[in-house]
Nanobody, 124 residues
Framework: QVQLVESGGGSVQAGGSLRLSCSAS????????MGWFRQAPGKERKWIAG????????YTDDSVKGRFTISRDDAKNIVYLQMNNLKPEDTAMYYCAAADRDCHLVNAGDFGYWGQGTQVTVSS
């Protein structure tokens, strides 16, 4: 049984940083693409970053490029999302997700495993 557990969310002022963690059990990085999504109030959930089996990083939301970094600790089976220079528009519930295929073979709707989410709130 696959379980993804996020942590690291919280409240921060604009310009601050947070690091989200996603601990996986029953799933390893070699199984497929792992990614981060976010859903702001009243908006659809959106894929923002992914990491390939081979470690290559993918950012699917231009608004996070240069500010957010996805990474992975293969030994610990944890995926991270380092978020710097946070803005109020980054306020959202952040979800870790995993797929059964590599990132270039999936769309946002192909992620079958999800964490419960962690809230990030950025104040101005």
């Amino acid at each position: 049984q696959v379980q993804l557990v996020e942590s690291g969310g919280g409240s921060v002022q604009a310009g601050g940083s947070l690091r989200l963690s996603c601990s996986a059990s029953g799933y390893t990085y070699s199984n497929g693409c792992m990614g981060w999504f976010r859903q702001a109030p009243g908006k659809e959930r959106k894929w923002i970053a992914g990491i390939y089996i081979g470690g290559h990083k993918l950012y699917t939301d231009d608004s996070v490029k240069g500010r957010f970094t996805i990474s992975r600790d293969d030994a610990k089976n944890i995926v991270y999302l380092q978020m710097n220079n946070l803005k109020p528009e980054d306020t959202a519930m952040y979800y870790c997700a995993a797929a059964d295929r590599d990132c270039h073979l999936v769309n946002a709707g192909d992620f079958g495993y999800w964490g419960q989410g962690t809230q990030v709130t950025v104040s101005s």
